[in-house]
């Protein structure tokens, strides 16, 4: 059997490892080594060259193992296992999906480059794009999910940095709102700034979409970025990140991961092998229960809108047209608003039972928080409004409980909104 024809889920348990290396141990164990031995000071020779880029590998030459920050197999496995979700080159893993974020951007923005990035992105990549990297000269301009391809093209010349742009970076679906951004479009307005001597890279966050239901690389991406923390790892026990690309564009980032220090160890690495193996069924069972919550919300009369991309259709034309492009699933990330204002969110969220109150999203357990005042509280409250990020807004990360329990939960939750009310009148 040709292991490319094979469904990555296929491959998720063997791919990259042979028993033989470990005593027939059937799964990788974990390296925990922070140094390698070499056979002969030749062959430490020769493997140094090349992972210094002193010289190009030759053509059947092995690359062997020197050091644990510049890559393990716990690491290397995993890194190739991922790669066959998003049909890319080359892979690097992280200790966090900050340290994926970071690193891509200081790898390919330099002092008096300038960035395009859509808003809001994860709190984490906004601060280090606003308090870190214009530190450093970069200059930074943001479009707005719903812009279209010549109104971004009008930001950037309006800007007076279209010569020095290098980079757009976007995360959709856009948390927590689920706004679609288009990503061929913004690869053709890469290409509309690019020049021979200026490539302008578009680096797309897929954390919310996970492997399984987006891949931006099919699209035009140059660079996909995790937060591993999130559907990869997916059990709320771990914090990685992974960047995807072609085998040049990750190298230049393994290279920096080398001098930063910011590669995931083996244990994370470890981690992430055993969760993968359960990526498929896990985010498949996450976006059924998704759809079974949602269609309970719409109809609830507590609830005045729901945010969920499984019930996009030509009512939203341009946003449907995004979905129908370049998602593969509605996912399991949900927003509503519940009838009334912050305190009736605070009460939802103080009487769910089985749901957890927590940020972070994409684990086994549903997880529920308060946008307004959690991950999204550094926002200003203009943008918040212009966003739909209300004082009332719920947002869902749907797990892989019995959906009918996460009604359960979800409906005795908004009675209690009600007996509240009833207590005050
Ligand atoms: C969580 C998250 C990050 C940051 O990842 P960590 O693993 O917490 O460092 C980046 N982007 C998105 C979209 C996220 O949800």
């Known amino acids: 059997m040709n292991k490319k024809t094979l469904h990555p889920e296929s491959l998720m348990m063997s791919y990259g ?35 210094y880029g002193i010289r190009e590998q030759r053509p059947n030459e092995k690359m062997g193992l020197i050091y644990s920050r510049i890559n393990n197999p716990d690491l290397e496995i995993l890194e190739n296992r991922l790669t066959l979700w998003d049909g890319a080159e080359d892979c690097a893993v ?11 951007l200081l790898e390919f923005l330099k002092p008096g480059d300038t960035i395009l990035y859509s808003s809001p992105l994860y709190g984490g990549t906004e601060h280090f794009l606003q308090h870190v990297l214009t ?34 970076y976007i995360e959709t679906p856009a ?18 700034f690019s020049k021979k001597t200026k490539p302008v890279y578009l680096a797309v966050d897929n954390t919310y979409f996970g492997p399984l239901w987006q891949h931006p690389l099919k699209h035009g991406a140059d660079i996909v970025i995790y937060s591993a923390t999130k ?29 930063l220090g910011n590669m995931a160890g083996p244990w994370t690495g470890w981690l992430l ?39 996009l259709d030509e009512t939203n034309p341009v946003q449907y047209d995004i979905f129908k492009k370049q998602c593969l699933s509605g996912g399991a990330m949900l927003s509503f608003d519940v009838v009334g204002s912050e305190k009736e969110a605070f009460t939802f969220l103080n009487n769910l039972k089985l749901i957890k109150l927590a940020v972070s999203l ?15 509280v550094d926002l200003d409250p203009d ?28 409906s005795q939750a908004l009675e209690c909104i009600i007996v509240e009310e009833m207590e005050l009148a």
């Open 383 to 410: 943008e918040k409004i212009e966003l739909n990020i209300t004082e009332k807004l719920i947002r869902l990360s749907v797990g892989v409980e019995h959906y009918e329990d996460l009604i359960a939960d979800i």
């Open 94 to 104: 992280f200790e966090s999906g900050m340290s994926a974020v970071s690193t891509v």
């Open 273 to 311: 092998l055993r969760s993968l193996e359960t990526l498929k069924p896990r985010m498949e069972t996450q976006a059924r229960n998704a759809r079974h919550v949602a269609e309970f919300l719409i109809n609830h009369p507590k609830i005045e809108r729901v945010n969920y991309l499984g019930f």
């Open 231 to 259: 559907y990869i790892g997916g059990h709320s026990d771990v914090i990685a990140g992974a960047v995807l690309g072609s085998s040049a564009i990750i190298k230049r980032i393994k290279t920096l991961r080398t001098f």
């Open 175 to 192: 948390n927590p709102t689920n706004d679609l951004i288009d990503i061929s479009c913004c690869k053709a307005i890469a290409d509309h």
């Open 135 to 168: 530190q450093f000269g970069i200059n930074i301009i943001r479009f707005k999910t719903g812009h279209s391809r010549n109104e971004i093209i009008d930001i950037v010349n309006k800007s007076e940095h279209a010569h020095t742009l290098k980079m757009i």
């Open 17 to 51: 490892y042979n028993p033989e290396w470990s005593e027939g141990a059937i799964k990788c164990p974990i390296f925990q080594t922070s140094t390698f031995v070499f056979k002969t000071a030749e062959e430490g020779k020769a493997f140094f060259e090349v992972a």
């Open 362 to 376: 994409g684990s086994t357990e549903s997880l529920a928080e308060h946008p307004s005042t959690m991950t999204h």
